[in-house]
């Protein structure tokens, strides 16, 4: 069975710096998608970021980059010169031939100003 | 805009009674979903629908039942046969089922059982 894991239940980092969240996923495919998804408190889900297994380039939107290790199922979230706006909790999520997002319990992201 | 709508965003039951939980999407997806967030945990997905008037469980489908008969619209209700219905419910669509496409998520319902 599918399964998402993110090991990491709260981070904080100063307002400016750098901060990685971490998740790994078990899949016997070799076709899938992941994806970060943010909630901040309003609990509006937003996908911040997109990989394709098939792709070897790490994705990247603007602040926001991740480091896809397919051998290790590793999919971490890296966000650079984080805002207070960053504030929320972060979902990894996988989509494979099920059609069905799979979801890793969340990170919950704190921003010390 | 375009969007999801959920509504009520805070609905309350009483234990034995059913509710529905309104999802409306004008964006012209063929697919709807239905999650549960409970504290501490990721969304589990209880029915999903990829065309009208077709739906399939998912994870965590008893207890619970819907109806996709507009393309619009997919509303959940949450019978008095589900045992611990208290969560945050979200509603989602994507252009299609298909891996690739993204989903959309309304701003969710939280329902208290009283």
């Known amino acids: 069975a599918q399964t998402v894991t993110q090991s990491q239940p709260e981070m904080s980092v100063q307002e400016a710096e750098t901060v990685t969240l971490s998740c790994t996923y078990d899949t016997s495919e070799s076709d899938y998608y992941l994806f970060w998804y943010k909630q901040p408190p309003s609990r509006q889900m937003i996908l911040v970021i997109r990989?394709?297994?098939?792709k070897q380039q790490n994705a990247t939107e603007n602040r926001f980059s991740v480091n896809f290790q397919k051998a290790a199922k590793s999919f971490s979230l890296k966000i650079s010169d984080s805002q207070l706006g960053d504030a929320a909790m972060y979902f990894c999520?996988?989509?494979?031939?099920?059609?069905?997002?799979?979801w890793g319990a969340g990170t919950k992201l704190i921003i010390k100003p | 805009d375009g969007g999801i709508t959920q509504s009520p965003k805070y609905l309350f039951r009483k234990e034995g009674q059913n509710v529905t939980l309104s999802c409306e999407q004008n964006?012209?997806?063929?697919?709807m979903y239905w999650y549960r967030q409970d504290p501490g945990q990721g969304l589990r997905l209880i029915y999903y629908?990829?065309?009208?008037?077709?739906?399939q469980k998912g994870d965590i489908a008893e207890g619970y039942s819907v109806s996709r008969e507009k393309k619009e619209s997919f509303p959940l209700t949450v019978t008095s046969a589900q045992k611990n219905p208290t969560a945050f419910y979200l509603c989602?669509?994507?252009?299609?089922?298909?891996?690739?496409?993204?989903?959309?998520f309304g701003p969710g319902t939280r329902l208290t059982v009283l």
């Open positions: 989602a669509s994507s252009i299609s089922g298909s891996r690739y496409n993204e989903q959309f």
């Open positions: 990989q394709e297994a098939y």
């Open positions: 629908s990829q065309i009208v008037n077709d739906f």
């Open positions: 999520a996988l989509k494979d031939s099920n059609y069905q997002l799979i």
């Open positions: 964006l012209n997806h063929d697919a």
